[in-house]
Nanobody, 128 residues
Framework: QVRLMESGGGSVQAGGSLRLSCAVS????????MGWFRQAPGKEREGVAA????????YYADSVKGRFTVSQDNAKNTVSLQMNSLKPEDTAMYYC?????????????????????WGQGTQVTVSS
């Protein structure tokens, strides 16, 4: 059974950076689509970025393109999200999730319903 655990959240000022990590355990080798999502209070969960593993093809929401970078370390079974130039509107709980590889290639990577399981989330707060 695949388990995911996020880390690296925190509080930063606008313009700052954070790096989130997602540790994957119980992994049985198969191609996957690893996604990062976020959910702010009162808002729906939205897709932020995704990466196909092990191929490494990346996908981004328009709101984070050029600021966020998703990457993988297959040797360490981790997926990371480097977040630069953070804005107050990036404040949310951030989750990583695992989906089938087709979720990446079909263009559905941003849909929460394509993913299971999910991590417990890590809070990111950006102050102005």
């Amino acid at each position: 059974q695949v388990r995911l655990m996020e880390s690296g959240g925190g509080s930063v000022q606008a313009g700052g950076s954070l790096r989130l990590s997602c540790a994957v355990s119980g992994y049985t080798y198969s191609s996957k689509c690893m996604g990062w999502f976020r959910q702010a209070p009162g808002k729906e969960r939205e897709g932020v970025a995704a990466i196909s593993t092990p191929g490494g093809r990346t996908y981004y929401a328009d709101s984070v393109k050029g600021r966020f970078t998703v990457s993988q370390d297959n040797a360490k079974n981790t997926v990371s999200l480097q977040m630069n130039s953070l804005k107050p509107e990036d404040t949310a709980m951030y989750y990583c999730a695992a989906g089938g590889i087709y979720s990446c290639y079909s263009g559905s990577w941003f849909r929460p319903g394509e993913y299971s399981p999910w991590g417990q989330g890590t809070q990111v707060t950006v102050s102005s």
